[in-house]
């Protein structure tokens, strides 16, 4: 335990305990917006030093958290003032809620004197933010604050991590009490995740090896909860010795490095190889994945007579979508622990026997390659999305951070951008799959990974909606790098009118062009504009050695035939009720 060193007996004010009680859990940055009822927190940051950030949209100061969340695996904090602020944090914690990111965001909310007057910005606040965090506190007492903000902490980090929203009321907030020190004492462990870890039971594990023991095509889906459990690590290990290859999520990439000759690939609706080895596979071990819509192609891709072994820390989502055979409850690290020491000195015998069959996914991954060379290295103009891929994969360095935003950014990355190591190196918005996250995520990752290079993919469309917080990167000198994918429309809904509709039946789905590099310079960053892609390279060089915020406006294809992620395009067979994309 740590204890804030105060004086006995303090007299502040409510917004001021607040601030001490973050001090207290050596809190990152906060991102927000003040307004009146948040002004004594606001003043005690600015006495105790505390990390604040003004930002332009509330739902970017969501995402920003987020983000930083995610790559450090401390607490990601964000404020909002009463009514519309609380209100735009709504998308921003759907994305933390769905991908179990450990937030907690104050908020103001009306003198309760005057509650239900017709307050100026008086609305049901709670009421609309509830189904979208994982907890909401109200504060009804200022003594209670300590207290209450101890049990924001502990909820956001226990179990799946998700955010919560502590609403204090405006009196609340201003008014005066006298602490003591042992007020402020807090358990540290709930500064990042996971506070707690638990292991699975020893009879399901002992089941999971012998069946692993006994498979001929083995094959792990990892999902994001490797990264919430920081197993990374065990899991490498655990590959290395039983030679069993990995498929991932989109939130799972960088489970084991893309660059690992075990990585099968993104698996779901887009992949490499990874969907044949699923339907081919005899035994699939589930680590940390929901086994969602777009993982399971709309709950299509898991044959019904696989046996599946499903590691997860949420009960709630063993068969959720699919049966399962053996569930493994438990922390993602100290199952595979446990299952490791079950299969003991028979990983031996079991990495020599399915020694071939990791050869023919090496093999097929190699093909693969192959055969998309010419996407992958193309010269068209406009640009190919699979060259722009290439082009980062050359680029980036090994401890890079890429961020992907929302729509076909975070599914053509998905599927085509390698991590070089183990590791949160690539960050999708995944738990909303909402567009404007590449701006906000860059921020946020940059502040938790200082001297990382920091890029992040986007849309045009992605990019208009938070535009305005370039100016916040601006502000905070931040090194990244937004790359715009400039196709002047709503690409992923543009491609979707060609392929259900045909061509030429497009609605609502094209844009002005913009020059985002001429709008990145207006702003005080350094704008650069590539529409040969002969000179990505150039372009992503001069950005990781510009000092500041960088946009890279990539005019991508106008053909809608050749927006949808992947490198084949393949023709789809559309049936009534599919979701195809």
Request: aromatic share 6%; glycine share 10%.
């Amino acid at each position: 335990m740590s204890t804030e060193n105060i004086k006995q007996g303090l007299k502040i004010q409510g917004g001021e305990a607040v601030a001490r009680m973050l001090r207290a859990f050596h809190c990152g940055p906060m991102f927000g917006m003040g307004g009146f009822q948040l002004l004594p927190m606001y003043e005690a940051a600015r006495k105790m030093n505390l990390q604040h950030f003004l930002i332009n949209d509330e739902r970017v100061a969501a995402f920003a958290a987020d983000a930083y969340a995610k790559v450090s695996g401390r607490v990601g904090l964000a404020d909002a003032a009463l009514g519309p602020g609380a209100t735009n944090l709504v998308t921003g914690l759907g994305e933390a809620l769905n991908a179990g990111t450990p937030m907690v965001c104050i908020i103001g909310d009306t003198h309760r004197l005057h509650s239900w007057k017709n307050m100026t910005q008086e609305v049901r606040q709670n009421d609309i933010l509830r189904p979208v965090c994982k907890e909401l506190i109200r504060v009804e007492m200022i003594e209670r604050i300590p207290e209450l903000i101890r049990r924001a902490f502990s909820i956001a980090t226990s179990g799946r991590p998700g955010p919560v929203v502590v609403d204090i009321p405006e009196e609340i907030m201003h008014d005066y009490y006298t602490f003591s020190p042992s007020d402020f004492e807090v358990d540290i462990a709930n500064e990042s995740i996971p506070a707690l870890r638990c292991r699975p039971d020893k009879k399901a594990i002992e089941k999971a090896a012998a069946l692993l023991m006994q498979a001929k095509r083995p094959l792990i889906l990892a999902g994001g909860g490797v990264h919430l459990s920081g197993a990374n690590e065990q899991l490498t290990k655990f590959v290395s010795a039983t030679n069993i290859p990995v498929a991932h999520t989109l939130t799972g990439k960088g489970s084991i490095a893309c660059t690992n000759r075990l990585n099968a690939g993104l698996f779901g609706r887009y992949d490499r190889i990874a969907n044949k080895l699923i339907e081919e596979a005899d035994v699939l071990f589930v680590i940390g994945c929901k086994l969602g819509e777009i993982a399971t192609k709309r709950y299509t891709l898991l044959p019904k007579d696989k046996t599946i072994i499903h590691l997860d820390l949420v009960a709630e989502e063993f068969e959720r979508t699919t049966d399962v055979d053996v569930k493994l409850w438990g922390d993602a690290r100290c199952g595979l622990e446990d299952l490791l020491e079950a299969i003991g000195s028979g990983a031996s015998a079991l990495h020599q026997r399915l020694q071939l069959y990791s050869d023919e996914v090496i093999e097929r991954m190699s093909n693969w390659r192959n055969e998309v060379s010419e996407r992958l290295h193309s010269n068209e103009r406009p640009i190919n999305m699979a060259r722009l891929m290439t082009e980062l994969n050359n680029v980036l360095p090994e401890d890079a951070i890429l961020v992907a935003d929302g729509g076909f950014a975070a599914h053509w990355s998905g599927l085509l951008y390698d991590t070089k190591r183990a590791g949160r190196g690539f960050l999708p918005d995944r738990g909303f799959a909402s567009i404007g996250y590449g701006l906000p995520g860059a921020i946020g990752a940059a502040l938790a990974a200082p001297g990382k290079r920091v890029m992040a993919l986007t849309g045009d469309s992605g990019f208009c909606m938070v535009i305005g917080d370039l100016e916040t990167a601006k502000r905070l000198d931040l090194d990244i790098t937004i790359i715009v994918v400039n196709n002047a429309a709503s690409g992923y809904v543009k491609a979707l009118q060609h392929l259900v509709y045909g061509a030429g039946h497009y609605h609502s789905s094209d844009l002005h062009e913009v020059d985002f590099a001429s709008v990145a310079n207006s702003f005080g960053c350094k704008g650069i504009r590539v529409e040969d892609p002969n000179e990505i390279h150039n372009a992503l060089k001069t950005a990781m050695s510009t000092k500041g915020p960088v946009v890279i406006d990539v005019v991508v294809t106008r053909d809608p035939s050749k927006m949808l992620p992947g490198v084949d395009n393949r023709a789809a067979t559309i049936k009534k009720g599919d979701r195809i994309a």
